[in-house]
């Protein structure tokens, strides 16, 4: 963060402007920062849910906290999947970062523009793919992960 910072700092001193290299390492910063905050709020609820749904046994435990236990795991579920979604958001606003400051540098050599291309679309694919893949690669959690519906 602080490198990112300094770097945007020195970019606007000596440049008095800002590329699109920069404005994707702004909004990596303001995920990773949001993911972070997110993951220390809620790593205490984020870790007992997943005891609960590896070791049911421990259920007594985290009965004696919260009463609804249903409403609390759906809760974590949905706190686990954005704060895994903010940290994905952030890696591809990097890569994209990345591949804004190449841009510059590889748009006179027609076979780095093409392979640049080629880059771009196989990042832009599966920046989404990542994110739903969060959504879908495993519903249900613990024991009943390994059965089939």
Known sequence: MIAALTHLALQLKTHRRLYSDDCFLIFACICLTGG??????????????????????????????????AAHINENKRLYYSYIALLWAAIFAVKFAY??????????????????RVIVGVTVIFFPVSIVGIYVSCMKWGPAAGQQN
């Open 99 to 116: 591949l804004a400051f190449f841009r510059r540098l590889v748009d006179r050599i027609r076979p780095l523009v093409i392979y640049w």
């Open 36 to 69: 972070t905050v997110l993951g220390y709020i809620k790593v205490g609820i984020l870790y007992s849910s997943q005891e609960l749904n590896y070791n049911p046994s421990h259920a007594i435990y985290i009965l004696a906290d919260h009463e609804d236990i």
